[in-house]
């Protein structure tokens, strides 16, 4: 198995549950990152690890909680989301952060929060 | 404020040729990449550029001009499969992405 894989696809969740998705890269990569895609907007960066530490948050409501326990491995921790949370998560993974090499992305968990 | 601009959605026919047009105002400047998306699926990395001029890979090609802040993606003998989201990211001084919404790319017989 090669590339970043994503699980769930697709995940449908209340205001109230707790969900998790998951993000495992096989590329040797240093550096994971969590996005937010929403319809016909940008891109948005939520968190980065670089060796496993956490690099960056781009203010992301507390609500999102990532883990990442090893360099291939990483969690969004989901919970009390709000609707306008619907989007798809995207997880990618680069060789590292800080250089210009490119992203490697899974194909995302599809979220409905209902 | 950084800020990428591309077009919305474009229409093409196959067997045609495209040119899907970015700008970028950016804090710095460290490269270029476009990415193709298809429904459902994750971008895939198509080009980087970071230094001025064409780089022509089979049927896609990336130009850039860091003077104009310009950028496009040039797709030839268009096929159906090429029907899909372009993305724009321009890497800023601090290896920062910035990202343009996408262009939706949709292909007719």
């Known amino acids: 198995e090669t590339g970043v894989t994503q699980t769930p696809r697709h995940l449908v969740m209340g205001m109230t549950n707790k969900k998790s998705l998951k993000c495992e890269q096989h590329?040797?990569?240093?550096?994971m990152y969590w996005y937010k895609q929403s319809a016909k907007k940008p891109l948005e960066l939520m968190f980065v690890?670089?060796?496993?530490?956490?690099?960056e948050n781009n203010s992301v409501p507390s609500r999102f909680s990532p883990e990442c326990p090893n360099s291939s491995h990483l969690f969004l921790h989901l919970h009390t989301l709000q609707p306008e949370d619907s989007a798809l998560y995207l997880c990618?993974?680069?060789?590292?952060?800080?250089?210009?090499?490119?992203?490697?992305f899974g194909n995302g968990t599809r979220l409905t929060v209902t | 404020g950084q800020n990428i601009d591309q077009p919305t959605e474009m229409t093409a026919t196959e067997g045609a040729i495209v040119q899907i047009n970015c700008t970028y105002q950016?804090?710095?400047?460290?490269?270029l990449f476009w990415y193709q998306q298809h429904a459902g699926e994750a971008p895939t990395f198509l080009s980087y550029?970071?230094l001025d001029g064409l780089e022509e890979k089979g049927r896609f090609s990336s130009f850039l001009s860091r003077s104009k802040g310009y950028s496009y993606l040039l797709l030839k003998e268009l096929q159906m499969k090429d029907s899909a989201s372009y993305l724009c990211?321009?890497?800023?001084?601090?290896?920062?992405?910035?990202w343009g919404a996408g262009t939706k790319l949709i292909i007719k017989p």
């Open positions: 950016t804090s710095g400047f460290n490269g």
């Open positions: 990618a993974s680069s060789r590292n952060r800080g250089d210009n090499s490119p992203l490697h």
């Open positions: 690890y670089n060796f496993k530490e956490q690099t």
């Open positions: 990211a321009c890497m800023d001084s601090n290896y920062q992405l910035i």
């Open positions: 550029n970071v």
């Open positions: 590329l040797g990569h240093n550096a």
